[in-house]
């Protein structure tokens, strides 16, 4: 079954999401800079003319907002594009991209960094690390299961590695300092994307590109992985190998994200079942349309996070609070998007 | 049983010990509880970082140990057998780690906590003393009790006279810092940014226990407006305060900040006024609430205010830390207590 807008239509539509949120997060924010000042310093890097702004606003615009501006998009899209693969991989659409534990292990990781002192790259590597080897376990551990059903085993031992994983950190929350490290690891767990610069951006995009390319590349693949296993078997597919191919990819892009902006619930959840309901579960369709609007949600909502008050509101408390009552009414009025 | 001379002894001991048990002191603590200790204080369970730091200033030999291990960075500034006393975990504050059965092994005689006198410590001191039988003491922690939380603490432990001394010091630097703040118009205060978190990124809102001094110190709080603990800014928000002071506790951050282009349009790093807080053996500027921060006090006033202040700071630690911690540091040491290694 197809969504209410073409392939075309929810593409387009996702791509004006993310425009309106680019000119939004331009314009509103902590610093006046203004979509004029955008246009005028960009202009002047490409012309190499003096912009004319003060360092501070140039500083914005390249160092600080632009960024944070690119990272949002970037996560979004990571996390929404995951969501959509795994949710259709596991044929289940309440799984969110943390399924498999990357955002377990990568919470994880960050912690352990912030609780050794660690700089800001090594905590960030390690929290990428950690989400790539906790799903790794737990693939492992699932696969080497061989009772009853793949699939089902697989979400299981995810749910419980992840539930030991949160037990870790709560280990070293409780033995934490209580003044200096126990608040940096309460705010990494929130989610934010305050400490942002340019240096982010390419451990980000890197893993973000290449996951979301596999994930394209198998788009007819994971049409079919969608159905029962029989079925895809009976097509000649090689379901295991393409199993785990899916799962590196949507855990590739997870755990960048994760390690850029902490943790971040609900867009992994949320964004792919409004793009299924715009565009249908066909993922040639669905994986643009839910990479768009993902990046446009959380941009959007990053644009709250930092406007709305001198602090920052972390995200993961944004983004559940926005989240909820969207995902209680897409249940009410999308329950036949999912076919 | 059989009289024997070890129970006769043991009998006149007890006895003897009586009178003491008698002569018990009945004191009225900072949250307005009665707390009957014993006239010979010989066992001190300290609740909390504050109480631990606190109690080693003012009688180390009785102190069983540290909520954490001191590390040697910090043992090298304390009293070689005191500092290396064992960790115990803490009482109070964001749950408990100490375990109740480990802590009546210990066989303290009084248990205090300085800090919050909120209905949650409250609670958690007379349970403790319901549960455990040992008198369970709360002096409050705030900044401008100092003085008087000594002075109630010497007569908890019975050290009366060296608390008047501690207590008469603080007091001494408080108001001095008080009045030479108090000639400083409001217009000519110091704008300033509290830095914490590798990225500097992490602040704290106004009436927060960990800028505490600076806003003592007569500071504006750029993040003051709004109340509150600690919290995330985005770095636009800094440069939009343009603070004119940086205060940091991170020396990542202190380290970096110089040559990172995004902070380059701050004043305060552009005027060269991002200053890195000692921290050895124990903050003088944020954590932990207490005593450690009196020195703090000065150094910030010789930043915010270098005609008012100009003390001497390395006589000021030397003096300072061998008054409190019982040790003098050497010149090498305090030179590197300034410069805000850890």
């Not at chain 1, 990494?188 to 996951?211: E, Q």
């Not at chain 1, 959007?300 to 609070?321: C, F, K, N, Y």
């Not at chain 2, 590798?198 to 109340?227: H, K, W, Y």
């Amino acid at each position: 079954m197809s969504g209410r807008f073409g392939a075309l239509g929810g593409s387009a539509l996702g791509f004006c999401l993310v425009i309106v949120a680019v000119a939004l997060a331009f314009s509103v924010g902590r610093f006046p800079v203004n979509l004029i000042d955008l246009g005028t310093a960009v202009w002047s890097g490409v012309t190499g003319q003096p912009s004319g702004l003060t360092p501070a606003a140039e500083a914005v615009i390249f160092n600080i907002r632009g960024p944070r501006v690119l990272a949002a998009i970037l996560c979004g899209s990571a996390l929404a594009v995951a969501g959509a693969a795994f949710q259709g991989l596991f044929r289940n659409p309440l799984v969110s991209p943390d399924i498999l534990g990357a955002s377990s292990g990568a919470a994880l990781g960050a912690i352990t960094g912030i609780f050794f002192s660690l700089g800001i790259v090594a905590i960030q590597g390690l929290a990428f690390a950690g989400g790539l080897v906790a799903v790794a376990l737990v693939y492992v551990i699932g696969s080497s299961i061989r009772s009853g059903d793949t699939v089902l085993i697989l979400v299981l031992t995810g749910v419980v590695v992840g539930a030991l994983l949160g037990a870790g950190v709560g280990l070293l929350k409780y033995l934490a300092d209580p003044y200096n490290q126990l608040p940096a690891m309460t705010f990494w767990l929130l989610g934010s994307l305050a400490g942002t610069d340019r240096h982010d951006l390419l451990p980000l995009f890197g893993p973000i590109a290449l996951g979301t390319a596999v994930l394209l590349a198998l788009r007819w693949r994971l049409n079919v992985m969608s159905l029962p296993e029989e079925e895809a078997r009976a097509l000649g597919l090689p379901t295991g190998l393409l199993r785990i191919t899916i799962v590196a990819a949507a855990t590739l892009v997870t755990s960048a994200s994760v390690a850029a902006a902490g943790i971040i619930g609900w867009v992994g959840l949320i964004v792919p079942h409004m793009a299924r309901f715009m565009v249908g579960p066909e993922f040639a369709r669905l994986i643009p349309t839910t990479a768009l609007l993902g990046g446009g949600y959380l941009l959007l909502i990053d644009t709250l996070a930092r406007s709305m008050a001198q602090v920052e509101i972390p995200l993961g408390i944004l983004t559940a609070v926005i989240g909820t009552p969207a995902f209680i009414w897409l249940l009410t009025s999308a329950r036949k998007s999912w076919s | 049983m059989k009289l024997t001379r070890r129970s006769l002894l043991a009998a006149s001991a007890g006895l003897l010990a009586m009178p003491h048990v008698a002569r018990a002191a009945t004191v009225v603590d900072a949250a307005g509880r009665s707390v009957t200790v014993p006239e010979r204080v010989e066992r001190v369970f300290p609740a909390g970082p504050p109480a631990a730091i606190t109690h080693y200033t003012l009688q180390p030999r009785t102190l069983l140990g540290w909520p954490r291990a001191n590390r040697a960075p910090e043992l090298a500034f304390l009293d070689p057998e005191v500092g290396a006393r064992p960790e115990l975990g803490r009482l109070t504050g964001r749950g408990n780690t100490t375990n109740l059965e480990v802590l009546l092994q210990l066989k303290p005689n009084l248990i205090f906590d300085i800090g919050s006198t909120a209905r949650t410590f409250v609670e958690t001191a007379d349970r403790v003393q319901a549960q455990t039988g040992i008198p369970y003491a709360l002096l409050d922690g705030r900044f401008d009790k100092i003085a008087e939380s000594y002075r109630l603490h010497g007569q908890l432990v019975g050290e009366v006279p060296r608390a008047n001394e501690l207590a008469n010091y603080c007091e001494d630097i408080v108001r001095t810092c008080q009045s030479r703040v108090a000639t400083v118009p409001a217009e000519k205060r110091p704008r300033v940014y509290y830095a914490r978190g590798p990225r500097g990124l992490d602040t704290a809102l106004g009436g927060s226990i960990n800028i505490e001094t600076i806003e003592f110190m007569g500071a504006a709080n750029v993040a003051g407006q709004t109340r509150g603990g600690l919290a995330s800014v985005s770095l636009e928000q800094v440069l939009a305060w343009d603070p004119e002071v940086i205060i940091t506790i991170d020396q990542d951050f202190a380290a970096n900040v110089r040559s990172d282009p995004s902070w380059a349009g701050v004043k305060a790093v552009r005027d060269g006024r991002v200053h890195l807080s000692p921290k050895m053996p124990f903050g003088w500027v944020d954590f932990p609430p207490s005593v450690n921060r009196m020195p703090g006090l000065i150094w910030l006033g010789t930043l915010l205010y270098p005609n008012l202040f100009a003390e001497n700071l390395t006589e000021l630690t030397r003096d300072f830390y061998t008054r409190f911690y019982h040790r003098t540091p050497t010149e090498q040491q305090i030179a590197s207590v300034l410069e805000g290694r850890g």
